[in-house]
């Protein structure tokens, strides 16, 4: 297992340097979307040039700067973090139930192509909106920050944030489990490109910079001083029920090799607007993830 992770991270090194050319030329486009393998049923390809295409006008990183984040405007490290903590968590002021998450994630993940659809993460697959239940090629709920890391359920708080709630196929789901996230493994069958072995999961490249960033805005929101646990990235692997994930040095590779795509920025824009009225703010400035880590 450890040579299949190192022969990964090469490769992972390999994306980062070919992506970074990549970001150059089309800026919309994550770096590993031209080489990312076709996922279940064939409509891999399809959803990522969707994400990546879909039209939300050109994004300005600084929009936001004079009102939403004037107050960590200018700072790092630990007080960085604890003022976008006090942003994000005291302009939350939508907070949904765990039933109301599936609608809110039929809005939020909808297809550009197709707006009977949502696009599903890790497969890339667009599936009817109305297909979700607990068949096993349903969609269902994904906590991409596992619940039970931490034990806060599906109580609303963490348990419904909707900033890191996935659309997810029921049995790719299953797959991912509780793990934490790292390189290597071995291939998932039902989705290719993403890897899974005893203690953790790698999602496929398209979806490795969302996962982090969706990471580390839990860490920021969920400090432990509003009644739930204060979660926080660290480096290990297998962290059970602690309120911990890891693994950090990984989920930093991967939010620079997948730079936020038109899809996530504009997942983020119909959370502040429409649900929650908070914003991830990885996903306006990729980055403060190394101002603070």
Request: glycine share 8%; with cysteine; hydrophobic share 30%.
């Amino acid at each position: 297992m450890d040579n299949i992770r190192v022969t990964r991270r090469g490769r992972t090194a390999l994306a980062i340097a070919v992506g970074t050319v990549c970001v150059a030329v089309a800026a919309q486009i994550p770096a590993s979307a031209t080489a990312a393998p076709a996922a279940h049923h064939g409509s891999g390809a399809a959803s990522i040039a969707q994400r990546a295409s879909i039209s939300v006008g050109a994004f300005d990183d600084t929009e936001y700067d004079d009102t939403y984040y004037k107050d960590a405007i200018g700072k790092t490290g630990q007080a960085l973090k604890d003022s976008l903590h006090q942003i994000i968590s005291s302009t939350q002021t939508g907070k949904l139930t765990y039933s109301q998450v599936w609608d809110a994630l039929k809005d939020t993940d909808e297809d550009p192509a197709n707006s009977a659809n949502v696009i599903l993460l890790y497969s890339g697959r667009s599936q009817s909106k109305n297909s979700n239940g607990s068949n096993p090629d349903d969609w269902n709920r994904e906590h991409v920050w596992a619940k039970s890391h931490g034990d806060f359920g599906t109580a609303t708080g963490p348990g419904t944030d909707i900033h890191h709630l996935r659309p997810a196929d029921v049995s790719v789901n299953s797959t991912r489990g509780n793990k934490d996230f790292d390189d290597g493994g071995t291939e998932v069958g039902e989705a290719p490109g993403n890897y899974t072995d005893g203690d953790s999961f790698e999602p496929r490249d398209a979806d490795k910079g969302d996962v982090a960033r969706m990471i580390l805005y839990m860490a920021v929101r969920y400090d432990g001083d509003d009644g739930f646990p204060d979660l926080e990235p660290n480096d290990k692997v297998d962290n059970g029920s602690q309120p911990y994930i890891g693994r950090l040095s990984v989920l930093k590779e991967w939010s620079k090799q997948d730079p936020p795509s038109a899809f996530e920025q504009h997942r983020n824009q119909v959370i502040f607007d429409k649900y929650q009225h908070n914003r991830n703010p990885f996903i306006d400035h990729p980055e403060w993830v190394d101002e603070i880590w």
